[in-house]
């Protein structure tokens, strides 16, 4: 692996599971190279922003429970074959770190994965995708995926961020007044347009069509959500009745985060040409 700067230490939490540590007077954060996965991330001054699971499995071929899995090429089920697995390829192998500097205020890291035979025999395309991470006072996220190939690939995706909340009872999410939604908590799909603030009450699992900024409070502070190349927002919790079945997350942990996410959900597929990019980003802001 690349050298990499005095605050960045890499761990091994579990058996040849590499994470890299990041202690920096702007924040402290945790990143795994298996998913280019953005475990924990607390600036300075701020409790937590990220919430990942303790039940987490540190394991290659299983996704991370928290922080920011990267759900590529696709969002959710394959479209078109459900044995494939859900959410795509990236979040499940190990990625490379290709870079990795002290910018003063802030650390950044690059990590890179491209096409090889065992991504092929699930997604037989050419592709070189690049995570670019800088963690500081605020931490910004983008995904750029790159057509090495001569044809043509579609794609969807999400930066599936879980956001650390004191009570998700207490959550209000602005930003999406008047968006069209639609709601898949339970399998259904029940259009609707959102009118005010979002309140949490239960399992919610919606799909925004949305390229707003959003903004959540818990009582205790304001998180801002800032997206780019994103025309999707997803908001999503369990819930205490799916919550009890998730194998790596605590029952009652439920109540202590809220996924919002920047993404382009089905319905908004983005095609990439030969030779061309297309990059997700999001920034978070704490206030």
Known sequence: MIATPACVRLTYPAKDYPV????????????????????????????????????????????IRGGIPICWPWFNAHPTDPSKPAHGIARNRFWQLTDSQDGGESVELRFELKSADATRAIWDQEFHAIVEVRLG????????????????????????????VDDIANVEIAGLDGASFV??????REPGVQAGHIKVEGEIDRIYASTSTATIRDGRRTLQIHKHGSASTIVWNPGPEKAANLGDLPAEDFRRFICVETANAPGAEVTIEPGAHHVLRTRIAVS
């Open 183 to 188: 709601e898949t908590a339970g399998g259904r």
């Open 20 to 63: 890299l540590e990041i202690d920096h007077p702007s924040c402290r954060a945790r990143v795994a190279l298996h998913g280019a996965h953005v475990m924990e991330w607390q600036p300075a001054g701020h409790e937590p922003v990220l919430y990942c699971s303790p039940e987490t499995v540190l394991r290659e071929g299983k996704a």
């Open 137 to 164: 006072a605020e931490l910004h996220v983008s995904l750029s995926s790159h057509n090495p190939g001569s044809t043509p690939f579609c794609m969807t995706g999400a930066l599936h961020t879980y956001l650390a």
